[in-house]
């Protein structure tokens, strides 16, 4: 198992550590918590669940981004890159599409890929493969699901097109995983 590229770079700028039962993430704490404990508070309460899920997703990138900018006299090429994210986001840099969802594969949520932006319309289409969450209500249920399930990653989405895309923007899962689809698609519009 080898450590993802983005955390190796966010090392090196010492912007990601794990010690003494810490974890820092770009000068925020972070808390491990197992997916069956996520599907416990979505079983309480699902909006709640989705909306802090989209605060969670926002304040995140937004928080990157501005780390970047303080880091950007350092002129190091990854903090560069995070600065320019909510710019290029629209645009067809493969980089900077690649950079989002290396930051989100970071949470464990699952594999992101973007396939579909549109920047103008406020529109993004999302696959997300390996989905924890799904894959985690199949286990503990033993069945597939009627509906969508990943309702946390929904906010998250939610919460990052936001920002990037400067409106508050929402998001609907339209197939799962835990459906005994091959993926999850998120639409965020």
Same mark, same amino acid.
């Given at each position: 198992?080898?450590?993802?590229?983005?955390?190796?770079?966010?090392?090196?700028?010492?912007?990601?550590?794990?010690?003494?039962?810490?974890?820092?993430?770009?000068?925020?704490?972070?808390?491990?918590?197992?997916?069956?404990?996520?599907?416990?508070?979505?079983?309480? @309460?699902?909006?709640?669940? $989705?909306? /802090? %899920?989209?605060? #969670?997703?926002? =304040?995140?990138?937004?928080?990157?981004? &501005?780390?970047?900018?303080?880091?950007?006299?350092?002129?190091?090429?990854?903090?560069?890159?995070?600065?320019?994210?909510?710019?290029?986001?629209?645009?067809?840099?493969?980089?900077?599409?690649?950079?989002?969802? @290396?930051?989100?594969?970071? $949470?464990? /949520? %699952?594999?992101? #890929?973007?396939? =579909?932006?549109?920047?103008?319309?406020? &529109?993004?289409?999302?696959?997300?493969?390996?989905?924890?969450?799904?894959?985690?209500?199949?286990?503990?249920?033993?069945?597939?699901?009627?509906?969508?399930?990943?309702?946390?990653?929904?906010?998250?989405?939610?919460?990052?097109?936001?920002?990037?895309?400067?409106?508050?923007?929402?998001?609907?899962?339209?197939?799962?995983?835990?459906?005994?689809?091959?993926?999850?698609?998120?639409?965020?519009?």
């Amino acid at each position: 198992m080898s450590l993802s590229p983005i955390l190796k770079k966010l090392l090196f700028v010492r912007q990601f550590s794990i010690d003494n039962g810490k974890i820092d993430l770009l000068g925020g704490r972070e808390i491990m918590l197992n997916a069956s404990a996520i599907l416990e508070l979505q079983d309480i @309460d699902e909006t709640k669940l $989705y909306d /802090l %899920g989209k605060k #969670s997703g926002f =304040k995140s990138i937004s928080g990157a981004v &501005e780390h970047a900018k303080v880091y950007k006299k350092m002129k190091d090429v990854f903090i560069d890159e995070i600065a320019d994210l909510s710019k290029k986001i629209g645009q067809t840099d493969e980089g900077t599409i690649r950079m989002l969802q @290396d930051i989100f594969n970071v $949470y464990g /949520l %699952g594999e992101m #890929s973007i396939q =579909k932006i549109d920047n103008r319309g406020k &529109e993004a289409l999302v696959a997300v493969r390996e989905s924890t969450i799904a894959q985690e209500w199949v286990s503990k249920y033993k069945k597939h699901s009627k509906s969508p399930v990943c309702t946390l990653t929904a906010g998250v989405l939610a919460g990052v097109f936001s920002y990037l895309m400067g409106k508050q923007i929402d998001c609907v899962e339209t197939q799962c995983l835990a459906q005994g689809k091959s993926y999850c698609l998120f639409k965020i519009a």
